[in-house]
């Protein structure tokens, strides 16, 4: 390095160099050159990390602003589509406004009629008033009118927008249910979606006739005494300053409000629907104390953004009291050097009064819009969810089905950094019985994931009747299999609808006979109104063995060709289990069935036993031929009959 600086200042200062300077001059005057260039680099680079930081500080004021706008215009397109009623909404608001600001001008005309002591126009004075009273009273008609029509237009936009995001969460993968809190998507149904309701109804109106009021008002001033107005000038863009400052603070604190929220509501949710795991695990203290810990974090969000929020209409309140101040000042001037009457300054100070009014209450709505911003924020960033990809345009629909399921080479993984199935091949012929078991974390419901394609596979193949999966459409695939989860799932409703729930032209007939061999019908019978009787929420009027019974009749149900059983048979006894298998047995002749179980015993007559470990096939075959072999299998067995560990 000192050899190559060197060389730099001799090339540099050649014709300042002489033979009489020393070697330590030399290195002095290198050593001075090479800080010169480390300080000009330091510089440099200072220079350029600035423009990086304005650069990413400019583009999120753009993003920020391009966000606003984007949703601004998401809401207007809501609007225009009762652009009907918006039109008539607009109209009665200009026609309320226009006669609201009529006022102030009668009143100046009655005060002008009261030149002096007991020289009073009386009659001009109660025809001022008279004018008033009609005027104010025929505005406030209209404005009532506005509000109704207003309450319409937003009843049409509430039950749209909540139509499309029930909508949007049909069509969304089963992958954004498994990463998203029930609680939080509850939470932007209901109350953000509530919020921008309220915003639009009320809110909106209020900044329409704020605008023409002030417009309005911003004439009739002018008309009056052009010079008063030049107050406005200095204190409005003032006012504008404190609105646009206070708002870009308040924003992102409402966004954080609505999250908070959302947070709050799905531990709400997951609480209430685990109730008997906390109680068995005494955790009602410790979850009350968890409770509290959020419900803080909410209200603090609360009050951090209602707390700047409210700072926008005292500080707008303030400048324009000064303005109807120097207006009270300069209007009394005038008057003295009779350039203005005392009816003029009464009606200029009605339409200051009434100019600035509207800004201050447009002041306090604007932090009811961050809110109802930061709500529809979350509401669209839904509706932008990506949808489950739709059927290629080549996709065909699953026919005259044999149900010939194969699996080649098949690897999958919820993350690209984690696989769970790694190059699982294997092969259901028509009509049979497939068991699968292994440990848990095996990946024993991820191939049940991935043959129904609630997620698609990373690499390999699947295929029905030679069919591959992504080249048919999900609808046919998805019909083509009946399943029962062990997470059983029962909807408010009968008994009858319940079973009936995929096949609602399935007479009662047909439901008892499933019921009979699912071994539920003796019990139905029993109840008041048999299968009429109406189930509660998710079926909390039965027990876990009933509900997982009634699962298992509404998928024998189905015309399906293949069927699912997902640990179907985990909430009932032994010799009901046993006595279900016998029935399915006969139910699913000609069916290719694949059945997930942790209890051994149940698929010990299944055609064909494959054996899943870290997402691999390791054995296969019966369970007399797997029972020989002595491996993994007979492990499993023995450790349930036999009371040895894994």
């Given at each position: ?8 200042y ?10 009489d300077?020393t ?46 706008r984007?949703i601004?215009l ?16 607009i ?5 309320s406004n226009?006669l609201?600001?009529?006022g ?24 001022c008033?008279?004018i ?9 008609a ?8 207003m ?22 993968p089963?992958?954004f ?11 932007r ?19 329409a ?10 004439v ?9 107005v ?11 300053f404190?609105i ?13 409000r ?17 109730q ?16 509290q ?23 707008v ?6 303005s ?10 005038r ?7 005392l ?17 201050n209450?447009s002041a306090n ?6 809110s109802a911003?930061?709500a ?11 949808e489950e990809?739709?059927d ?7 026919t ?10 098949v ?19 028509p ?9 848990t974390g ?9 043959l ?11 295929t ?16 083509a ?5 062990q997470?059983?799932w ?15 032209d399935?007479?009662l ?40 019974l ?12 293949m ?6 048979t ?7 289990e ?6 399915m047995?006969e ?8 059945v ?18 870290e997402g ?6 019966t369970h ?10 007979r ?12």
């Amino acid at each position: 390095m000192k050899h190559k600086n060197m060389k730099q200042y001799e090339e540099k200062n050649a014709p300042k160099l002489n033979h009489d300077i020393t070697l330590e001059e030399i290195e002095a005057a290198c050593r001075a050159h090479q800080k010169e260039n480390d300080n000009r680099n330091m510089a440099e680079e200072c220079r350029a990390i600035a423009r990086e930081q304005k650069e990413k500080m400019q583009a999120q004021f753009t993003k920020g602003k391009g966000e606003k706008r984007h949703i601004l215009l998401r809401l207007g397109r809501y609007l225009w589509q009762f652009k009907g009623w918006l039109f008539l909404a607009i109209l009665l608001s200009i026609s309320s406004n226009l006669l609201s600001l009529a006022g102030p001008m009668y009143s100046g005309y009655a005060v002008d009629a009261m030149v002096g002591k007991g020289q009073v126009n009386m009659e001009r004075v109660i025809y001022c008033c008279e004018i008033m009273i009609a005027l104010y009273l025929v505005s406030a008609a209209l404005a009532y009118i506005l509000n109704l029509v207003m309450l319409q237009i937003t009843k049409r936009i509430v039950s749209t927008m909540r139509s499309n995001i029930f909508d949007r969460l049909m069509r969304l993968p089963v992958s954004f249910f498994d990463t998203h809190a029930a609680g939080d998507i509850i939470s932007r149904i209901t109350y953000d979606v509530d919020t921008i309701n309220t915003s639009l109804s009320n809110d909106v109106v209020s900044l329409a006739a704020s605008f023409i009021t002030v417009i309005g008002s911003l004439v009739m001033m002018l008309l009056i005494s052009p010079p008063l107005v030049l107050i406005f000038v200095v204190t409005v863009p003032l006012t504008i300053f404190f609105i646009k400052k206070l708002t870009g603070l308040t924003r992102p604190l409402f966004r954080a409000r609505s999250g908070k929220l959302g947070e709050l509501n799905g531990f709400i949710e997951e609480m209430l629907a685990g109730q008997k795991s906390l109680k068995a695990y005494h955790q009602e203290v410790n979850t009350i104390g968890k409770f509290q810990a959020k419900n803080e974090e909410a209200v603090d969000a609360y009050y951090r953004a209602d707390y700047m929020g409210s700072m926008v209409g005292p500080s707008v309140n303030l400048v324009n009291n000064i303005s109807l101040a120097l207006v009270t000042i300069f209007g009394a001037i005038r008057f003295i050097f009779g350039q203005m009457t005392l009816g003029n300054i009464s009606s200029f100070v009605l339409y200051s009064r009434k100019f600035s009014g509207p800004i201050n209450e447009s002041a306090n709505i604007m932090s009811e819009l961050q809110s109802a911003l930061a709500a529809a924020e979350r509401v669209f960033r839904l509706l932008d969810e990506t949808e489950e990809p739709a059927d290629s345009t080549d996709a065909k629909v699953l026919t005259d089905i044999y149900g010939d399921v194969e699996l080649s080479h098949v690897s999958f993984g919820y993350t690209k950094d984690h696989t769970i199935i790694h190059d699982l091949s294997l092969h259901a012929e028509p009509g049979k019985l497939i068991a699968i078991v292994g440990p848990t974390g095996a990946g024993k419901t991820t191939i049940i994931n991935l043959l129904m394609r609630f997620y698609d596979i990373d690499s390999g193949k699947i295929t029905i009747d030679g069919n591959d999966i992504t080249k048919v459409t999900r609808d046919s695939l998805r019909r083509a299999f009946a399943m029962v989860l062990q997470d059983t799932w029962l909807f408010h409703g009968t008994i009858y609808e319940n079973i009936a729930y995929g096949k609602p032209d399935a007479t009662l007939e047909d439901v008892q006979r499933v019921c009979k061999a699912a071994r539920i019908h003796n019990y139905i019978m029993r109840l008041p109104k048999q299968y009429d009787t109406v189930l509660t929420d998710d079926g909390r009027n039965i027990s876990k063995g009933q509900k997982q019974l009634l699962t298992i009749a509404r998928a024998m149900l189905l015309d399906a060709h293949m069927l699912i059983l997902d640990e179907a048979t985990s909430n009932v006894d032994t010799r009901t289990e046993l006595q279900i298998q016998e029935a399915m047995l006969e139910l699913m002749k000609d069916k290719t069935c694949f059945v997930i179980a942790h209890r051994l015993s149940t698929i010990q007559n299944a055609d064909c036993i494959l054996v899943v470990k870290e997402g691999e096939v390791i054995e296969q075959g019966t369970h007399d031929e797997l029972m020989e072999k002595r491996g993994f299998y007979r492990s499993l067995y023995d450790s349930q009959f036999a009371g040895k560990q894994i």
